[in-house]
C-alpha cells in the first residue's frame, strides 16, 4: 500500500544534495559577484569541517559494528541510531551546501589569482569546499552504517509482515 511508506524515513538519495551544491553555487557566484571587494574569508571552517567529518566518520564505523552485533560491542539503543541518522542528515544537507557556496565562490574568483586577495580568497574557498565534501561523504556513510542488516532467517516472509 502507498500509505504505509509515508511515515518512513528514506534514506538520503542524490537529488537533494546535488540540488543544494547547485542551489549553494549559485548563491557562492552571485554573492562574490555583487561585493565590490572580497573580504578574507576565515581559514577557520576547514580544521571545523574536518574534524567533523573524522568524528562521523568514526562514529559510523562503531555504529555499523554495534547493529551488526559484532562480538566485543553492545547492542546499539533505537534512540541513540535514530539521532545518530538525524545527524547523519543534517550534515548530509548541511555540507551539501556549504561544497556548492564554497566551491562557487572559488570557481568566480579563480580568473583573478594574480591578485594576493583573490588568491587567498580563492585557497581558502576551495580547502573549505573540499572540507565540506569530506563531511558529506561522512555523513553519508553514517547514515549508511545505521542501516539494520536484514535477517536471513526472515527471508520467507513477505515484506509487509517484517
Not at 40 to 65: D, K, M, N, Q, Y
Request: hydrophobic letters at 50%; one cysteine or more.
Amino acid at each position: 500500500m502507498a500509505g504505509d511508506d509515508e511515515g518512513r524515513l528514506r534514506p538520503t538519495g542524490w537529488r537533494v544534495p546535488a540540488l543544494l551544491v547547485v542551489a549553494g553555487a549559485l548563491l557562492g557566484v552571485l554573492l562574490t559577484n555583487a561585493l565590490p571587494a572580497l573580504p578574507l574569508l576565515p581559514w577557520s571552517a576547514i580544521p571545523t569541517l574536518l574534524l567533523l567529518a573524522l568524528a562521523e566518520g568514526f562514529t559510523a564505523g562503531r555504529t555499523r559494528r554495534r547493529i551488526r552485533h559484532e562480538p566485543g560491542t553492545e547492542p546499539i539503543q533505537p534512540l541513540s541510531a535514530a539521532r545518530l541518522v538525524a545527524l547523519a542528515k543534517a550534515s548530509a544537507l548541511f555540507a551539501s551546501l556549504a561544497l556548492g557556496f564554497f566551491a562557487g565562490m572559488a570557481l568566480t574568483v579563480s580568473d583573478m589569482l594574480v591578485l594576493p586577495t583573490q588568491r587567498e580568497v580563492f585557497l581558502t574557498a576551495l580547502f573549505t569546499a573540499l572540507s565540506a565534501g569530506l563531511l558529506l561523504a561522512a555523513a553519508l556513510y553514517l547514515e549508511y552504517c545505521c542501516r539494520v542488516p536484514e535477517d536471513d532467517d526472515r527471508g520467507d516472509e513477505p515484506p509487509a509482515a517484517r
